[in-house]
C-alpha cells in the first residue's frame, strides 16, 4: 500500500451538479507526487468539470480535496492560499493575452501573486521562455507564433511561478495528430525536467498510456478504473475496453462493411 504521504492530491467522494443534471457522482482518486496523471473519459463525461473543481475554478457540491496531506476547505483559508500558490493551470484554449507580448503574458502571474520587484520579474520569464526554447520570441504577440509555440508559451507561464502541481485541461483539443504527439512529448519533458506533478484530463488514449505513470477512466460521473497504464491496457473489464478498443471496434465495423457482411440501412 502507497503511504498517503507520497500522494500530493487525494480527492474523496467528489459530487457536482448543475441544476438537475448530475455530473460528478462521488470520484475518488489520489495522484502519486512527482507523477503524470491522466484522467480519461469520453466527451461529456465530466473531466473538465473534475479538474475546475479540484483547482478551485469550481465549487464541488460536497466531497473532501486534500493537498498535500491538508485538505482544502472555505473554513481553511491557509491551505486554500498555500494551494493556490503551489499550483497552476494550462487550459484548454491557453488563454493567452493577444494584447501582451510573450514575455509580458508569461510575467502576468508573477506580478500578481508576488512581491518581487520588477527586475527579478522579468529575469525569471525570460529563464522561463529560454527553458521553452522561446526566449527569442519574448517581444512577439501570441498571434504571431504557431499552434505549437502558443502552447508552451502557455506552458511557460504555468511554470514561471514554480508550481508543484499542474493541471491540463484537455491540451491537444482540436489539434491533428502531429500536433496531438508534439504536446504530449511537451509534457512528459518539462514534467521531467521541472518535477512538478501534472494531472491532465484527455480523451486521447494512446498519446496518454504512453507518456502517464497512471491513469484514470471517468465514466458516468465515478472513476471505473485506476492503474498503471499496462494494466488498462490488459484490462478485461467491459467498461475499460468499450472505451479503449471503440478505434478496433469501428475498423471491424468497416471491414465487413467493406466486405459486404453489413447490409447498408440506407438502401431500400
Known amino acids: 500500500m502507497t503511504p498517503a504521504s507520497d500522494f500530493l492530491l487525494r480527492v474523496e467522494d467528489l459530487h457536482k451538479c448543475f441544476g438537475e443534471q448530475p455530473v460528478l457522482t462521488g470520484v475518488t482518486l489520489d495522484v502519486p ?10 466527451s461529456g463525461a465530466g473531466k473538465s468539470v473534475l479538474l475546475k473543481c479540484v483547482a478551485g475554478v469550481e465549487v464541488p457540491d460536497r466531497g473532501r480535496i486534500s493537498f498535500d ?53 522579468r529575469a525569471r520569464s525570460l529563464e522561463a521562455l529560454r527553458q521553452l526554447e522561446l526566449d527569442r520570441f519574448a517581444d512577439r504577440h501570441p498571434g504571431q ?35 496531438r504527439n508534439a504536446v504530449f512529448a511537451m509534457i512528459a519533458r518539462y514534467q521531467r525536467q521541472f518535477g512538478f506533478t501534472a494531472l491532465v484530463v484527455t480523451h486521447d488514449v494512446p498519446e496518454a498510456l504512453l507518456v502517464s505513470d497512471r491513469v484514470a477512466l471517468l465514466e458516468h460521473g465515478r472513476i471505473g478504473f485506476c492503474g498503471a497504464p499496462a494494466e488498462f491496457s490488459a484490462s478485461a473489464d467491459p467498461r475499460v475496453a468499450e472505451f479503449r478498443d471503440s478505434p478496433a471496434a469501428l475498423e471491424r465495423a468497416l ?14
Request: net charge negative; charged share 25%.
Open 145 to 179: 507564433l504557431s499552434g505549437g509555440m502558443q502552447k508552451r508559451l502557455a506552458l511557460a507561464r504555468a511554470i514561471v511561478t514554480r508550481p508543484e502541481l499542474v493541471f491540463f485541461d484537455e491540451p491537444t483539443a482540436g489539434l491533428d495528430p502531429l500536433r
Open 255 to 268: 471491414t465487413g462493411i467493406r466486405a459486404g457482411e453489413i447490409p447498408n440501412r440506407d438502401e431500400p
Open 33 to 42: 507526487r512527482g507523477s503524470v496523471f491522466s484522467v480519461l473519459g469520453p
Open 69 to 121: 496531506g491538508r485538505p482544502l476547505a472555505s473554513e481553511n483559508p491557509a491551505a486554500d492560499a498555500d494551494f493556490r500558490r503551489r499550483c497552476s493551470f494550462l487550459f484548454q484554449s491557453n488563454a493567452l493575452f493577444d494584447s501582451l507580448t510573450a514575455l509580458e503574458n508569461v510575467a502576468l502571474p508573477l506580478e500578481q501573486t508576488t512581491d518581487l520587484p520588477e527586475r527579478d520579474i
